[in-house]
């Protein structure tokens, strides 16, 4: 590392003296001729205009003599609408990530894949960036109180990019932070994609065990400014002992304003958005819990008030060792302070006023991907850009602050961890594993195996999927996403995530588990009214607090425990939503034909974990599972708080 004297800069702020940088860097910093520290959010927004200020701009590069255009940033009234001229940028490529170090890890490494080490392309990318004007900018990867000083270094050009980097992980100046050595540092160099990897998406992590540098050689900030600091946090996390956890939380409020926050995990698809949605009721106020699939029948119940949602966290929640109290509850923290919002489900006018509300008179300029921008008029969160094939692009985003859509500032104790995960329909005539029943009491050992393999199902609607995962979801199958959800992300072993996820689910021994479908229970198509109205009975029950006599061991053992009975403002919830099994549609052989499914699948899911790194509590309940053990082996392994 080389210590900062001075850098000569542009713009208004400055990178203070006493820095310390990697020499390469350091080097490539001196030869530039024209850094630019912005000093404001203001100044970095200019920026992303353009030279001219807009009101279009084209972000292009030299690639081998002939300019590549690779993103056009339109100026409108209520932000920028950022769009690229390739369907495939408009998302994230799920295999983008390569290894450059000699770290522990089980994701490909560079020269595996390319043949050689990654060393001559990063010279290349540090001389690249050397002769370009640079825009440079610090943050705290995991947000603002907790995170880890960091930096970010791309073209000025392509400044729409560091502007989307810092609204996720917030504003900050080097002045703020003061002389800092970067826990990581981001660099951004588009053309690469072309000059070495084939016009694809590639992003490359390369570690040490004081810093994590990550390689972006594409425009879409989906696998480097958002997910490439999510890999960051989870390296740190692993030093250090804690996760940052994939999962959506919310502090539910019930009429008698009693309070329980209820964190929300799974696999892409499995509702981790949606747990802090309203309900959705239909015109006459009433609440749609399922449909038949083959006699087309209704099942509604009425519920008079519901709670009120305050979103604690969105998708990378920060379970920081600083915030544990040592009570038994995680407590969790946001690691972002601003969300990286898909709005593909807002079609039209009116269908979620509040997330609306704050898209269209913002109180500072927002960055929308993938939506429409007509120069100086307003963006419109459902007008999204249409793919080369004239249909709408399935990924519009738009990073929102979190201070406009939660009241939430501080650290919250979890409740309840949820998981949820995606239920195809069960019939006598098709048996499939959608028998999970409306909710389900688990130990913390069972938490841990649905969290191992993060079940993806029911022709799982994620963005960027492999055409080998998406033939399989498309058929019926299941894929694992693996450890916690967050292996996507991860760097690391699975092993190693493994444990430390066992850990912290054994240690949190007065938090509840439970197990929640979407889309369909049975026979009955249920969409996530299954999750939203088990969000209400928790929060009713003060916390999910159970006895034991109201619980009954479920027939498929993992799924745990079912209750006799649910009862939510008086209503008591049909008895085949808790056991699909009493469906006249299904009934007991189609069920257990399901279990059979959904257990040789995790069984075979499991086995990878067999190794002598693994913590051997977690050996011992893999094996209940390889053997078909019961509930309550699984509860004597990890009791089950009630």
Not at 120 to 136: C, I, M, R, S, Y
Not at 562 to 590: C, H, N, W, Y
Request: glycine share 8%.
């Amino acid at each position: 590392m080389t210590v900062i004297d001075s850098v000569a800069v542009h713009g208004t702020g400055s990178i203070p003296a006493g820095m310390v940088l990697p020499p390469a860097v350091q080097a490539a910093l001196d030869a530039c001729a024209n850094v630019i520290v912005p000093s404001s959010r203001e100044e970095l927004y200019r920026l992303a205009l353009g030279p001219e200020g807009g009101p279009r701009f084209t972000v292009e590069y030299d690639v081998l003599g002939t300019p590549v255009p690779e993103a056009e940033v339109v100026r409108c009234k209520n932000g920028i609408a950022v769009n690229y001229p390739e369907d495939y940028m408009r998302r994230r490529d799920p295999d983008c990530m390569r290894i450059a170090d000699d770290l522990p890890t089980d994701k490909p490494r560079y020269r595996d894949v390319f043949g050689a080490e990654f060393a001559d392309v990063k010279a290349e990318t540090l001389d690249w960036l050397a002769g370009q004007d640079l825009v440079v900018v610090p943050f705290k990867a995991g947000g603002l109180t907790h995170g880890y000083p960091s930096l970010a270094i791309c073209p000025v050009n392509s400044a729409f990019f560091a502007l989307t980097l810092v609204d996720l992980q917030g504003w900050v100046t080097f002045d703020e932070i003061g002389p800092f050595e970067p826990r990581s540092i981001l660099y951004v160099a588009p053309p690469f994609r072309h000059t070495h990897f084939e016009g694809r998406q590639v992003v490359v992590h390369d570690r040490t065990d004081t810093l994590h540098e990550v390689f972006a050689y594409n425009l879409y900030p989906g696998p480097s400014a958002k997910k490439g600091v999510f890999s960051v946090l989870l390296d740190v996390g692993e030093q250090e002992g804690w996760v940052t956890a994939h999962a959506s939380s919310v502090r539910v409020t019930t009429p008698y304003e009693n309070e329980t926050v209820i964190m929300h995990e799974g696999a892409s698809g499995g509702g981790k958005s949606e747990m802090c949605q309203e309900i959705r009721r239909q015109e006459d106020g009433r609440i749609l819990l399922g449909t038949n699939v083959v006699t087309d029948e209704p099942y509604v119940i009425n519920l008079g008030e519901t709670s009120a949602l305050d979103p604690v966290t969105d998708d990378m929640t920060l379970c920081h060792v600083d915030l544990q109290t040592g009570d038994g509850r995680l407590v969790v923290a946001d690691a972002e302070d601003g969300w990286f919002v898909r709005v593909d489900n807002l079609t039209g006018y009116g269908q979620d006023t509040h997330l609306e509300r704050a898209c269209i008179h913002p109180d500072q300029p927002l960055v929308f991907f993938n939506i429409d921008g007509v120069p100086d008029a307003t963006v419109l969160p459902w007008e999204h850009t249409l793919d080369s094939t004239g249909k709408r692009c399935p990924n519009p985003r738009v990073v929102v602050p979190r201070h406009l859509l939660t009241d939430v500032t501080g650290a919250e104790e979890v409740d309840v961890r949820t998981f949820g995960a995606r239920m195809p329909a069960c019939t006598r005539d098709n048996p499939t594993y959608g028998i999970m029943g409306m909710m389900h009491i688990v130990p913390p050992s069972l938490a841990w195996i649905w969290r191992l393999i993060a079940p993806r199902g029911d022709k799982n609607p994620s963005i960027g999927e492999s055409k080998t995962a998406t033939d399989k979801l498309a058929h019926g199958g299941m894929v694992a996403e693996g450890v916690g959800s967050y292996w996507p992300f991860s760097t690391g072993t699975k092993v190693a995530a493994a444990n430390l996820l066992l850990r912290q689910l054994v240690d949190m021994d007065r938090t509840r588990y439970v197990l929640t479908p979407n889309q369909h229970i049975g026979a009955y198509k249920v969409d996530f009214a299954a999750e939203w109205l088990t969000r209400e009975y928790l929060a009713r029950r003060g916390g999910g607090k159970l006895r034991a006599e109201e619980l009954t061991p479920s027939r498929c053992a993992l799924f745990g425990y079912t209750l006799q009975e649910m009862k939510i403002d008086g209503q008591l919830v049909r008895p085949t939503f808790l056991k699909p099994e009493m469906q006249s549609q299904v009934g007991v052989e189609a069920y257990d034909a399901g279990a059979r499914i959904i257990t040789d699948f995790f069984k075979s899911e499991l086995q990878q974990f067999l190794t002598d790194d693994l913590d051997p509590l977690g050996r011992q309940i893999i094996e209940v599972c390889l053997r078909d053990g019961s509930v309550e082996e699984y509860a004597a392994l990890t009791p089950l708080f009630t």
